[in-house]
C-alpha cells in the first residue's frame, strides 16, 4: 500500500535541492533533505538568475525575496595588465543589457531564501550523506552516514558535480564528466584591495587567465579566479592555494592582496570546469537534479536557472502523475533535457572567452561591453530597459 503523503529524500541541500523541497511540499510530498556541510554555505559568486528559473521562482513566490538580494555594481571596471582602466560600463548599463526579468545574485542568497522558504515546514539533516541505495519497484531504501534508513517513494541527487548519489546508483563520475579545460576559485574577502573601487566589479583579464574583484558594499567582497589549464588533475591536487598562487603569483593588480587572503579565508570554492553528460538523469526511483545531472557550467550562466526551473518541472510533473513515479521522471526529462543540452552546447561554445588564449580573442570577447560602455549606447541601453520597465 503506497503512503501518504509520498516520501521523497533529497540529497544536497544546494539550489536545486532547496527548490526541490520547496516545490515538492508543494505538490503535497513530505521531502527530507540530507546535506553534508556541518551548516549552510553563505555567500558565493554572483550568478545570473533568469529564464525558466526566474519564472519558477515568481510561480513560487520567491521572486519579492529575490529582488531584495540584488545587486547591481555601481559600474563594471576593465583593468589592463598594467593595473590601470582599460575601460568601463556604468551600473545602470549593466542592468540594461542583464534585461528585466533577470536578477544578479549571489549563489548563497539564493540558497537562503529558499531555505527561508522551507527551514520550519520541511526536515533538514546537516552534516548528513548518503552511504548506500537500493530500490525495488515500489520504493528506495537509503543508509545514512547519521545511522538512521530511510525508505522513499523518491530519491532526488541534487548533490552538485560530484553526487555520490550519481555514483551510487548511475556510475562513477568519469563515466560522465566532461573537462573543459579550465579551473575555478571563488572565495569572500575580508579586505577590499586598495586598487579596486567600492561597489565595482573589477575585472583583469589577460592570455589564459581572468581575476574579478566583486564588492557588493556593505563590506563584502568575493575574489573570483578563473584560468585555462592543461592539467586539471594536477590543479585539483595541488588545491586553491598552490594553484592559485602558481597561476595568478606575477599577475599584479589586486592579486597578490587576494591571494594572501587566500590561506584564512572560510569557505573557498575551487574545482574544475566541467559538465555531466548523463544520457538518462532517472533509473528507476531515482533522479539527478541540477549540476549531478547535467553541470552546464558558468560558461553558459545558467546553472541555478535550470536547479530551480528543472525542480519547478519536476513537481508539476509528480502533481501530474501521482501514482506513477518512473513515469513522471520520464516526462519531465522529455521537457527539460532539449534546454540543457542547449545551454551545455553553449558552454562548450564560449569557454574560449573566459580567459581567451590570445589578446586578439582578448578584444574580440570585450567589443561588446567597449561598445555597451560608450556614452551613446549606453543612453540607449539605458532608456530600453526604463521604456521597458
Ligand atoms: C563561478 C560560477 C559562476 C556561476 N555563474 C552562474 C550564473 O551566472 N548563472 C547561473 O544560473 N548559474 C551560474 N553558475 C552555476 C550555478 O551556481 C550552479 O549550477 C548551481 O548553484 C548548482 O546548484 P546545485 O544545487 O545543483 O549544486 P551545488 O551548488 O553543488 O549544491 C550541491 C549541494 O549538495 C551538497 N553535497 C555534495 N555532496 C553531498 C553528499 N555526498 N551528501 C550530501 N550533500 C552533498 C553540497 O554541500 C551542496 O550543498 C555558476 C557556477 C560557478 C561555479
Request: with cysteine.
Amino acid at each position: 500500500m503506497t503512503r501518504s503523503p509520498k516520501r521523497a529524500v533529497i540529497i544536497g541541500a544546494g539550489i536545486a535541492g532547496l527548490a526541490a523541497a520547496h516545490r515538492l511540499r508543494e505538490a503535497g510530498w513530505e521531502p527530507i533533505v540530507v546535506e553534508r556541510a556541518p551548516a549552510r554555505r553563505p555567500g558565493g559568486y554572483a550568478v545570473t538568475f533568469s529564464g525558466i528559473g526566474y519564472d519558477a521562482a515568481e510561480r513560487m513566490g520567491l521572486l519579492p525575496a529575490l529582488r531584495l538580494r540584488h545587486i547591481t555594481p555601481d559600474e563594471l571596471v576593465y583593468v589592463a595588465p598594467n593595473g590601470k582602466r582599460r575601460f568601463s560600463v556604468p551600473g545602470p548599463t549593466v542592468r540594461a543589457m542583464l534585461g528585466e526579468r533577470a536578477l544578479n545574485v549571489l549563489r548563497g542568497d539564493i540558497e537562503d531564501v529558499l531555505y527561508e522558504a522551507i527551514r520550519d515546514k520541511v526536515d533538514l539533516r546537516f552534516g548528513t550523506t548518503i552511504d548506500t541505495i537500493s530500490q525495488s519497484e515500489r520504493e528506495v531504501h537509503l543508509a545514512l552516514s547519521d545511522g538512521t534508513e530511510e525508505t522513499a517513494d523518491l530519491v532526488i541527487g541534487a548533490d552538485g558535480l560530484h553526487s555520490a548519489t550519481r555514483a551510487l546508483a548511475f556510475g562513477p563520475e568519469e563515466d560522465f564528466r566532461l573537462d573543459l579545460g579550465h579551473m575555478v576559485g571563488v572565495f569572500m574577502l575580508d579586505e577590499l584591495p586598495d586598487v579596486v573601487t567600492e561597489r565595482a566589479t573589477s575585472a583583469l583579464t589577460d592570455t589564459g587567465r581572468t581575476l574579478a574583484v566583486i564588492s557588493l558594499g556593505q563590506q563584502r567582497a568575493a575574489a573570483f579566479f578563473g584560468f585555462r589549464t592543461d592539467d586539471v588533475t594536477r590543479d585539483l591536487t595541488d588545491g586553491p592555494t598552490l594553484a592559485l598562487t602558481r597561476t595568478y603569483g606575477d599577475m599584479g593588480w589586486a592579486a597578490p592582496h587576494v591571494l594572501a587572503q587566500l590561506p584564512t579565508a572560510e569557505d573557498v570554492y575551487f574545482d574544475s570546469v566541467s559538465q555531466m553528460l548523463v544520457n538518462r538523469w532517472s533509473r528507476g526511483r531515482v533522479v539527478l537534479l541540477g549540476d549531478a545531472a547535467w553541470c552546464v557550467t558558468l560558461f553558459a550562466g545558467f546553472g541555478s536557472s535550470l536547479a530551480v526551473g528543472g525542480a519547478d518541472l519536476l513537481g508539476a510533473a509528480l502533481e501530474l502523475h501521482p501514482d506513477d513515479v518512473p513515469a513522471a521522471l520520464s516526462a519531465w526529462e522529455s521537457e527539460l533535457r532539449p534546454q540543457a543540452e542547449r545551454k551545455q552546447k553553449l558552454g562548450r561554445r564560449v569557454k574560449g572567452l573566459y580567459a581567451p588564449a590570445d589578446p586578439f580573442r582578448l578584444w574580440l570577447r570585450d567589443l561588446p561591453l567597449r561598445m555597451a560602455a560608450l556614452p551613446p549606447v549606453s543612453r540607449l541601453l539605458e532608456r530600453h530597459l526604463q521604456l521597458k520597465g
